[in-house]
């Protein structure tokens, strides 16, 4: 009986190290006296962070990365909104299949969203530049805003919406007194969520950045240089922690949101005893 | 204090509703007069929280008409109706608090800061909850939403204020104590309240009238006591408190008495008034009322009607006690409820007594 859980802790043991042993190269190599990413370590230096402030490439790409994912977390939380807020609300004819579609792109190949948008933009002459990158990640930072989104809206007792209005509030009034207020911890969600997802993305940004590169598309240019590598490790640690931080603080506007509900939802339960 | 009027303020004309398939409401007309505490009273699915949603505008009438303090209200959103809903849930704003959920009506009238002020204050103290104002909304208990939900509501100076079920969610010593508060609050007031309940004594002991909803349609609309004493139906007798039922046949009907033959009560002669609902000589349902029947404990008590019977079972209640007594000629066990006087001893079960009645205790139901 003690063997199996042993076994188990093990395999979790493993797979820890398989998953996160990469990524803690990047901190310890961040902070290497050496041009040469080996072992053994030589010695303590900041210079690999201090060298990044005067690469102005860099420093482009940087405000490329960051106006693209400013724009593409805004852009599909507000079409986040729209659809979660119709699909929690009305009914309307292919409404199933018109959602389905809107979070088809989480389990599309992002090579293949990005090829085929490639494609469908050369053909129609549209130059490439930051607003074809942040179309592309609007396509697939949609289906996260709308999952966050529409538990959010569901969650929603409907009578709060239909007390306002019986309290001689308009629709307009009721949705930015009563309802934005209660689905924002929802709203902050998804506009983390998108925006580490877009800061983050390759593939799409990729095919789709013409000559305004993002910061990913930047990072893999510069493996090219040996040199670079020391750099684009303090780089990539910077990005890390950033994620991490943008993503805890989702994870809490996410149950926040979620809490807020729930409450609600008790309440109603104690008045449908009848 | 507000009395209730003749005039009308809410008048429901051949209102219809469906949902799919279903017939929620079926050709209601009512008529419900300004200043009356008016109960739509039912269980559930029988159409009153319809008829309810279609009097605040959140449904629309399939056919018929709604007219409110003589406005037709066939095109008229909820926000521009002269009626304010309590729900169910009290659909407390939860991230607004207290006062912020009772002001919240009055913020688009152009008022006054102060007079908000004023005016919330006023309602706080009106439904008992003064000094709670900043209060926030998951801070309250039930009986508090519920305070909060009222006041929301009364604050708009609605004609008509129409609740869902306000008492539902309460524990039963809380729901007594607001029943008593909210009649008392509807004459302070002087407002139309028009409340949806499936509780039959939260009707009885709250309404002016009372109006008995089965499947979309209104059975029967009357007063509490008109209602317990004169139902017209066996469903609506047995709906609103107890009720045992012997069958018989009506025999003869002239202007001044009704003739028929009672089962083991045997050949009555009633009053006119004694048959709710005019039927045709043949078979009826003869209904009386626990409290009607008497327990002859000794040979000297006599009764108009005797008849003996066997007990079957005893409920003591402490104030009364209910017997089951089987009867030669009815096929359920009649119910007989008795006040425990002083000296007045408990039947045990097996033994056999007579049972007294008065005629005009007897009910002729359809």
């Known amino acids: ?274 | 204090m507000a009395k209730s009027t003749e005039s009308p303020m809410v008048e429901i004309n051949a209102v219809s509703k469906s949902f799919g398939d279903v017939r929620a409401v079926d050709g209601v007309d009512a008529v419900i007069r300004e200043g009356e505490f008016f109960s739509l009273l039912g269980p559930s699915g029988c159409g009153k929280t319809t008829l309810l949603r279609l009097i605040s505008g959140f449904e629309h009438p399939d056919d018929g008409h709604i007219v409110i303090a003589g406005q037709n209200m066939d095109q008229v959103e909820p926000n521009h109706r002269p009626t304010n809903l309590v729900f169910q849930s009290y659909a407390i704003f939860p991230h607004l608090n207290v006062e912020e959920n009772v002001a919240y009506g009055l913020k688009r009238n152009g008022v006054s800061k102060d007079e908000i002020a004023e005016q919330v204050n006023e309602m706080l103290t009106l439904v008992d909850l003064s000094g709670y104002n900043k209060r926030p909304a998951y801070a309250l208990s039930g009986g508090q939403r519920q305070r909060v939900a009222l006041a929301r509501a009364l604050i708009m100076k609605p004609k008509v204020l129409l609740l869902d079920e306000p008492l539902s969610a309460l524990d039963r010593k809380l729901r007594e104590q607001m029943q008593i508060e909210l009649r008392g609050l509807q004459r302070t007031v002087g407002i139309t309240f028009i409340l949806v309940t499936h509780d039959q004594e939260e009707a009885l002991t709250m309404s002016d009238r009372i109006a008995v909803m089965f499947d979309g349609n209104i059975a029967q609309l009357a007063t509490p006591q008109e209602l317990y004493s004169r139902p017209k139906t066996r469903r609506i007798a047995s709906f609103i408190g107890v009720m045992n039922f012997v069958e018989g046949t009506l025999r003869k009907v002239t202007a001044k008495t009704l003739e028929v033959e009672a089962g083991p009560f045997g050949k009555v002669t009633m009053a006119p008034d004694q048959m709710p609902a005019p039927l045709e000589p043949g078979a009826v349902t003869v209904g009386i009322r626990p409290e009607m029947l008497t327990v002859l404990f000794s040979a000297k008590e006599k009764a108009e009607i005797e008849v003996t019977g066997v007990i079957t079972n005893t409920a003591y209640f402490g104030d009364m006690t209910y017997y089951s007594v089987q009867i030669d000629g009815i096929d359920e066990d009649v119910t007989v409820s008795m006040r425990n006087t002083a000296g007045r001893r408990v039947l045990a079960v097996g033994e056999e007594t007579r049972i007294g009645l008065g005629r005009e205790s007897l009910i002729i139901l359809s």
Request: with cysteine; proline share 5%.
């Open chain 1, 1 to 274: 009986m003690r063997g199996a859980p042993r076994t188990f802790t093990i395999f979790v043991g493993l797979y820890l190290v398989f998953l996160y042993a990469p990524v803690l190269l990047l901190p310890i190599f961040a902070f290497n006296d050496s041009a040469i990413i080996a072992f053994p370590l030589r010695g303590f230096t900041l210079d690999w962070f201090i060298g990044l402030a005067s690469e102005t490439t860099l420093i482009v790409s940087v405000q490329n990365s960051l106006l693209v994912a400013i724009v593409a977390a805004v852009l599909s939380t507000c079409l986040g909104v729209l659809a979660s807020r119709a699909s929690a609300r009305f009914d309307y004819p292919g409404k199933k299949p018109i959602m389905s579609f809107l979070m088809l792109p989480l389990v599309l190949p992002e090579i293949i969203v990005g090829v085929s948008l490639l494609i469908v933009l050369v053909q129609l002459g549209v130059s490439l530049n930051v607003w074809t990158v942040i179309l592309g990640h609007v396509l697939i930072c949609m289906p996260f805003s709308i999952a966050i989104l529409l538990s959010a809206f569901n969650n929603m007792d409907r009578n709060l919406e239909e007390a306002s209005l019986d309290l001689g509030a308009n629709r307009r009034e009721t949705f930015f007194k009563i309802i934005l207020p209660l689905v924002m911890p929802g709203i902050i969600s998804s506009l983390l969520i998108s925006f580490t997802i877009s800061l983050d993305e390759f593939i799409i940004a990729f095919f789709l950045t013409g000559t305004d590169t993002t910061l990913p598309v930047y990072i893999w240019s510069q493996l090219r240089f040996p040199s670079k590598l020391p750099g684009v490790m303090a780089l990539g640690f910077i990005m890390l922690i950033l994620s991490l931080i943008l993503l805890t603080a989702g994870e809490y506007f996410r149950k926040k949101s979620a809490r807020l509900a729930s409450t609600e939802t008790t309440l109603n339960k104690d008045a449908d005893h009848g």
